[in-house]
């Protein structure tokens, strides 16, 4: 067994002309065997003489046929169904070669009154495509029997998905060099496949099934092929195998295997992300191309989370021209090389990349006169909670500041279309930067209502509002990533902290849908699906990571941070959603605001910038959005209706 197993583990294989010499002898032993049966074992010399003088021609006929369907090139170890069905392919035509021959040459053996019966022409197809099978199987078996036992442990695994790909993965688990991985199941939810066998091995009920054979077999690992699985069932059964303690892997898509083939490699440990996000959107191409071709686009904040992705998005239409804004430089560098390595159908000349701040007037009217763009994604923003708590200077001149430029040179330069990128956190908000988002929102609400209302610009606004976005620059599925890979602990802030997810493509993707069927002063609200429990998802990536909770990672619970919340909402009590077209997409029904106020107030408070006391911004920012309660912060002081009215802004200003 050594030197077999030193064998199949070198990193050559066996010569093709001894594959075919070695068929040539399976095919003669098989002819004479046909010929010794035929003749019920009683050979004369007549009939030893006969096979002598017909073997040749008839080895001639096979090797014709064996060198057609290429036997030889198969390498045995890895031998599959393509394989025998050549041998059988081979093995028939060398059978229908040779009984053409025989009716045309009546004299093929010596004594000349006979020719090669059918009968033996039909056991010799028998026999020598049972040995050629036969051969093949051995080997392989032999090959998965030395290359499994190389350290003693075998892994048992499972596949869900019976179909094709399914098999393709059996394949390449077994055909891995030194992997000690052994097929033991499939699992489909396919009822006509159920309790059938497929090279072997049986295919069960998931559902029934799964408990019975870990007990049996102790499985170390199930693998969801790349079958189409909503992601409902999806989650359904990694609950279930990762309360078993079972390994969920997953096999990519067919389209993104390499060269059309699965590598071992890419069979991975199933994600967090992958049960999070949801089933595929569906969007009205047709209608959004109409709107985009031939169009200058501006998206702004495009170097980051949301706006690069928009960007990738948008270069799937045929854009006249994309205008990408933001003042991160290495962001942007880092864009300008992901768009040269990944975007192959969209022209790089139609793309102008720009540094810039979009609270700088002259610089933004700059850029609106040289490009005169038609359509904007505005998703420039400072998002990041407990930063903008102490900052609340930043957060009005960036998400407010900045949203209203952008708004009044939309009105000027008669932009068709201002779709605005906000946030749940706007919604009944406890902190800056959400309440810097709804203020945006008001402004971007009411100028569009005064516009409709006095017929002085064609420019709608649209308002797009959603929860967290996975993958984002502060998604706490990366932390959590990296407190595992460190050993942990893995930080949570409350025990009751729940938050809405949604992945970045989904996101962007209703962006553009919405964007397309907005006709101004809309608020358009995603379906966000139901709410996570943080500690649940940290619970569930320990268990992914193949980790045990308290045994090899501990989680601590840091308290709210400044400004969160505990639970997101999309609308607030005054509010209301009417359904839209699309599923996902339904409309905030919302307060409308006097415009002349609102702009009023809203420049009151960015006077305040200059004199940087950020508790007069705060208090200023409470009477512009009343509901603006805030949580575990230094301003909550500021909430209490007596004091808020003795500290007014002129006070907190010493006036």
């Not at 006095?454 to 407190?483: A, C, H, W, Y």
């Amino acid at each position: 067994m050594k030197y077999l197993r030193i064998l199949f583990t070198t990193s050559s294989n066996v010569p093709r002309w001894v594959i075919f010499i070695f068929d040539l002898g399976i095919c003669a032993i098989s002819f004479v065997l046909a010929v010794i049966l035929r003749y019920s074992f009683h050979l004369n010399n007549s009939t030893f003489t006969s096979i002598v003088t017909v073997l040749p021609i008839v080895l001639l006929i096979k090797s014709v046929f064996m060198m057609y369907f290429r036997l030889y090139s198969g390498i045995i170890r890895h031998t599959s169904v393509q394989d025998g069905i050549n041998v059988l392919y081979s093995t028939l035509f060398s059978s229908i070669g040779l009984f053409i021959i025989s009716i045309f040459y009546k004299s093929f053996f010596i004594a000349g009154y006979t020719i090669i019966p059918i009968s033996i022409i039909v056991l010799d197809f028998i026999i020598s495509a049972f040995f050629l099978g036969s051969f093949r199987v051995f080997i392989k078996l032999l090959y998965l029997k030395t290359t499994h036992i190389s350290n003693g442990l075998i892994l048992n695994y499972v596949i869900f998905g019976a179909g094709e790909a399914g098999i393709i993965t059996k394949r390449k688990l077994e055909q891995h060099k030194g992997s000690n991985i052994r097929v033991i199941a499939f699992f489909d939810d396919d009822n006509n496949m159920k309790s059938k066998s497929i090279e072997g091995i049986r295919i069960y009920d998931f559902d029934k099934d799964l408990k019975y054979l870990t007990s049996k077999f102790e499985i170390d690992s199930l693998i969801i092929s790349g079958i189409n699985l909503s992601n409902n069932r999806k989650q359904e059964i990694v609950e279930k195998c990762l309360g078993l303690n079972i390994n969920v892997q997953s096999v990519p898509p067919v389209e993104k295997w390499i060269n059309g083939e699965l590598s071992f490699n890419q069979i991975k440990t199933i994600k967090i992300e992958d049960l999070i996000q949801r089933d595929i959107i569906e969007l009205d191409i047709e209608a959004i191309g109409k709107q985009l071709n031939g169009k200058v686009v501006m998206v702004t904040g495009a170097a980051g989370s949301i706006g690069s992705e928009i960007v990738n998005q948008l270069c799937k239409f045929k854009i006249k021209k994309i205008i990408i804004v933001d003042s991160s430089e290495e962001s942007l560098y880092q864009l300008d090389v992901r768009i040269s390595e990944s975007i192959h159908d969209f022209n790089k000349k139609n793309i102008e990349i720009i540094v810039a701040d979009i609270t700088n007037i002259e610089r933004m009217k700059g850029i609106f006169e040289r490009f005169q763009p038609e359509m904007i994604y505005h998703a420039a923003a400072y998002k990041h909670v407990p930063l903008m708590e102490n900052n609340p200077s930043e957060a009005i001149k960036t998400n407010v500041k900045g949203t209203m430029t952008l708004a009044d040179l939309s009105v000027e330069y008669k932009v068709e279309k201002f779709v605005m990128v906000s946030t749940d956190k706007a919604v009944n908000p406890t902190n800056v930067m959400g309440a810097s988002k709804r203020i945006a929102e008001i402004y971007v609400q009411s100028l569009s209502n005064f516009i409709k209302k006095n017929n002085s610009s064609e420019t709608k606004f649209i308002t797009t509002r959603f929860g967290n976005v996975l993958g984002s620059s502060g998604s706490v599925i990366p932390r959590f990533k990296k407190q595992i890979d460190a050993g942990g602990p893995i930080t949570v802030t409350h025990p009751e902290i729940t938050r809405y997810f949604m992945t970045i493509p989904e996101a962007c993707q209703l962006v553009l849908e919405a964007g397309n069927m907005g006709n101004g002063g809309e608020i358009f609200i995603f379906d966000m699906g139901k709410s996570v429990k943080i500690i649940d998802l940290a619970k569930k990536m320990i268990r992914l990571s193949g980790l045990s909770l308290g045994k090899d990672i501990q989680i601590i619970y840091t308290g709210l941070r400044p400004g969160e919340k505990i639970y997101e909402e999309l609308l607030n009590d005054q509010e209301n959603a009417i359904p839209t077209h699309h599923s996902k997409i339904m409309i905030g029904k919302v307060r409308h605001y006097n415009f002349e106020n609102v702009k009023n107030d809203i420049q009151n408070l960015l006077d305040l910038y200059n004199s940087q006391n950020q508790t007069a911004i705060v208090a200023k920012m409470k009477e512009i959005v009343p509901e603006f309660i805030s949580q575990n912060s230094p301003y909550e002081h500021l909430d209490n209706k007596q004091e808020l009215s003795e500290v007014t802004v002129e006070k907190l200003l010493g006036k």
